[in-house]
């Protein structure tokens, strides 16, 4: 997500500075990067020089102190709170109190995330939905103490800035998209244990009879089932209703190593681009 982030603004005309967790993984993520737009080039959707004004206006950083001029930071690593909540707290010592820090967090909660800011006012969060650059909605997420300065300036960025539609969500696991996409994955899987109907022939018919561009499960697999497990797991936790337990066999997928596009195989099998086998 981060990679798609940086790639969309990059590609709106806006200068991005891109941290990753060390040098190793920053060279991967702008490589990514490159390779997004090479197939892009390959599909006549951008031309060379749109891919170098693209690639010029990322700058890697190696470290988060080189992040304190920007007018936006959005924070995009995995769901794990501690390490959500001490990236906050970097943050909120390093940018100065009128920069806006924002989450692409699907589940976790702002009003948590802000608590370790001397500025929690200034804390919101930013939902892009996959794949980025072509999902055209963001959902923008208030916490307990976000201002409504920053989000009227959020949504001004999102709807103005990267034309993407913002809709405002009020905080609650899983927020909207994830919320019902998960229950929907995860009632795919129930009919798949029960015998119903195949994995293929479950998205062929979710994908022909309602103008889904993926099935359930094409669509869990692009996600990455360990994602999508998570999540699930979080509101469970959360809610503590049975309809957001995980089904079985995506517990054992994810145990046995098959998260999807990412690992090549999960419901189906994918070539290196993220194709169908």
Known sequence: MGQGICEMLAASGLDVYMAEQSEERLSHAIGMIEQSLDKQMERWAVTAAEKKLVMNRIHPKA??????DCELVI??????????????????????????????????SLTE????????????????????????????????????????????????TIHKKGV??????????????????????????EGVASADD???????GYSFQHGPFEMA???????????????????????????FILKKMVR???????????FFEYDKDGGRV
Request: hydrophobic letters at 40%.
């Open 63 to 68: 470290t988060l102190s080189e992040l304190q």
């Open 75 to 108: 924070e995009t690593i995995t769901e794990d709170l501690d390490n959500k909540l001490a990236i906050f707290k970097e943050l909120d010592a390093i940018c100065p109190p009128e920069v806006i820090l924002a989450s692409n967090t699907s589940t976790l």
């Open 113 to 160: 995330l802000a608590s370790v800011t001397a500025n929690p006012d200034r804390v919101i969060g930013m939902h892009f939905v996959y794949p980025v650059n072509k999902a055209d909605l963001v959902e923008i997420v208030r916490g307990l103490k976000t201002s409504d300065e920053v989000f009227e300036r959020t949504k001004r960025f999102v709807e103005t």
């Open 168 to 193: 405002m969500v009020f905080e609650s696991p899983g927020f909207v998209t994830t919320r019902l996409i998960c229950l929907f994955i995860n009632e795919a899987l129930h009919v798949l244990e």
């Open 202 to 208: 479950i998205d062929s018919a979710m994908r022909i």
């Open 221 to 247: 697999d692009r996600f990455g089932l360990d994602s999508v497990l998570a999540a699930l797991e979080r509101m469970f936790r959360d809610y503590g209703e049975l309809k957001y337990r995980p089904s």
């Open 256 to 266: 046995g190593g098959q998260l999807g596009v990412k690992s090549g195989s999960g």
